[in-house]
Every structure is written in structure tokens, then in C-alpha cells.
């Protein structure tokens, strides 16, 4: 356990070697609490309307639509939670269920905004926030992680098909569940909201740039000398 904990930090560190690779892939190594680690969202609110945008969706898309609702006044949940859904919708071009994905922002703005904002929201504790978005039409485990990490600052870890496959990989070790997944890196890697936050940015673009669903780009990926998988494949097993 104390060798897997030694090698998760040295995943930080190849991560925080990455920056370049990780701004195209849509996450910007910033202050511990910057909203900006998301794609360079100007706040937690645009973080929370692009984390439902986002899914289905290429980040290029949803960041030129946070642009054009930043420009129509239309990047916080008190506007969104005004407007009718097909409204919204029709300023989301472009984006994957859209009309669907209105709806639900529309949904979520009013419920945010009428507990008093994400100020009332953060007085919650963790499992009581938790609990509110996954209670939420589309917000499933890993935006509700998403949502708790980048835009309130909690400590928890999304994890997504990409951690899953590039950690399965790298260590052979494989959760039984989300829960189970979540706790267990939770445990591993140094508490903190820039090593969470980095951590999660790394494994993502990791498992888009490199390790591919099908057959992984060993040979060029920075996690090459610490994988199980890639020394498995270089001793012929
Ligand atoms: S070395 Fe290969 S298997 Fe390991 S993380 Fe990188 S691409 Fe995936």
C-alpha cells in the first residue's frame, strides 16, 4: 500500500509536466480554488451549467456556448432559472439534447436559486450537498462529483470511464463499484483540492490521449515507466 501511495504522488508529478497537454484537453492548472481548473470558466456557476452541457458533448462546443451566454447575460443560475427552456435551448446550438439539457439547467438553476444560491448551498455538508444534485434530473455520480470538486470545493473525486481504465492499467487494480473507486483513490493520493483537481485533469486526458479504449499508445505516454500494463506488453506478456 505505502508503494502505491509513493508511485499516485509521482502520478502528480508527470501530470503537473503535462500542463500544456492537459489546456488542450480543457484544464487549466490554476489556484487550488480557481474555478478555472474546468476549461477556464470565469465561476462555479458556469462551472455547474457547463458540467451538464458537457456531457455527450466535445468541450470545444459547450466552451463556445459559455461564451455566447456569457455575452447574452445568461452564465448564472438566477438567469437561466428565469428563462423558459426552449429559450435556453436555442442559445445552446450545437450542443448534443440540447432541448433536454435545457430543461434540466432550467430545473436545477431553480432549485439553486431558490435555497438562496450556491451561498446557502455551501453551508451544506458534503453528504447533504451530495445528496441535493444527485437528487437532480441528469446529475448522476461523476457530474455530482464534478460539480462538488470544480465549482464548490469539496473534496471528492469524479470518476469517469477514463479513470477507470487508465488506473486499471497503471496499478492492475480495479474497484468494485463507484463508491468503492472513489474511497479507495480518496485514501491513496495527498488530501487536497489541487492534487484532486489534478489528479482528475491527468487521468482524463491520459485516457483520451493515450490510453484508448482499444489498443493504448504505450509507447508515447508519459505513465509508460510507472505502468503495469506497458511493462507487461515490453516483457512479452
Ligand atoms: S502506458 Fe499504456 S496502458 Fe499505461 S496508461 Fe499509458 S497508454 Fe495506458
Known amino acids: 500500500m505505502i508503494e502505491v501511495i509513493e508511485d499516485i504522488k509521482r502520478l502528480l508529478t508527470v501530470f503537473e509536466g503535462m500542463s500544456s497537454k492537459l489546456k488542450e484537453n480543457g484544464w487549466i492548472i490554476s489556484e487550488p480554488e480557481s474555478p478555472k481548473w474546468w476549461g477556464g470558466v470565469l465561476s462555479p456557476e458556469e462551472v455547474i451549467i457547463s458540467a451538464i452541457l458537457v456531457q455527450q458533448t466535445k468541450w470545444e462546443i459547450v466552451s463556445e456556448v459559455m461564451v455566447r451566454l456569457r455575452q447574452g447575460k445568461l452564465n448564472t443560475l438566477k438567469a437561466i432559472a428565469e428563462l423558459n427552456p426552449v429559450d435556453l435551448a436555442n442559445a445552446l446550438s450545437g450542443v448534443n439534447l440540447r432541448f433536454t439539457k435545457a430543461n434540466r439547467l432550467v430545473k436545477i438553476a431553480k432549485a439553486i436559486t431558490l435555497m438562496g444560491g450556491l451561498g446557502a448551498l455551501s453551508k451544506l455538508n458534503d453528504n447533504e450537498v451530495r445528496e441535493m444534485l444527485l437528487s437532480m434530473d441528469g446529475v448522476g455520480y ?36 463507484y463508491e468503492d473507486w472513489r474511497i479507495t483513490l480518496m485514501r491513496l493520493l495527498p488530501r487536497g483540492l489541487y492534487e484532486y483537481k489534478l489528479f482528475h485533469a491527468g487521468v482524463v486526458t491520459v485516457g483520451k490521449e493515450w490510453c484508448l479504449k482499444g489498443t493504448p499508445r504505450c509507447i508515447e505516454c508519459p505513465l509508460r515507466n510507472q505502468c503495469h500494463l506497458a511493462k507487461l506488453k515490453t516483457n512479452g506478456g
Open 142 to 177: 461523476e457530474t455530482a462529483d464534478s460539480i462538488m470538486l470544480f465549482a464548490l470545493n469539496r473534496l471528492t473525486i469524479p470518476i469517469s470511464t477514463y479513470t477507470i481504465r487508465v488506473i486499471k492499467r497503471v496499478y492492475g487494480y480495479s474497484g468494485s463499484n
